[in-house]
C-alpha cells in the first residue's frame, strides 16, 4: 500500500509560478513511476508529467518547457514546479504512484490560473 499527499496548490496569476509537492507514505518508493495528473472541469484526467525510479521524465506537449517533474528517493517526494502558469493550467492536480498492475492516487491539489 502507499498513501500520497499532494501539497503546493493555489491561486496564481498568469505567468507566475507553484511547485507542487507529492509525500509518499507505506511502501519502497524508488520501485514506482511516480506521476502527476490534473482534470478540468467537464474534462478526462490527462497526465501532465511522469519520472521514472531512475530519473527519467516524460511530459504532455502542452507543458513541455514549462513544467518539471523531479523526485527525492530519500524523501519520498515528487514534485512538480510549474513555470510560465497558464489560464488553461486551471485544474486538479493529483499525484499517482504506477507499479505494474497497481496505481495509488493521492486527494488532489487544486490549482487556479487567474488574474
Known amino acids: 500500500q502507499v498513501q500520497l499527499v499532494e501539497s503546493g496548490g493555489g491561486l496564481v496569476q498568469p505567468g507566475g509560478s507553484l511547485r507542487l509537492s507529492c509525500v509518499a507514505s507505506?511502501?519502497?518508493?524508488?520501485?514506482?513511476?511516480m506521476g502527476w495528473y490534473r482534470q478540468a472541469p467537464g474534462k478526462q484526467r490527462e497526465l501532465v508529467a511522469g519520472i521514472t525510479g531512475g530519473g527519467s521524465a516524460n511530459y504532455a506537449d502542452s507543458v513541455k518547457g514549462r513544467f518539471t517533474i523531479s523526485r527525492d528517493n530519500a524523501k519520498k517526494t515528487v514534485y512538480l514546479q510549474m513555470n510560465s502558469l497558464k489560464p488553461e493550467d486551471t485544474a486538479v492536480y493529483y499525484c499517482?504512484?504506477?507499479?505494474?498492475?497497481?496505481?495509488?492516487w493521492g486527494q488532489g491539489t487544486q490549482v487556479t490560473v487567474s488574474s
Open positions: 499517482n504512484a504506477h507499479r505494474a498492475m497497481l496505481d495509488y
Open positions: 507505506g511502501s519502497i518508493f524508488s520501485i514506482y513511476v
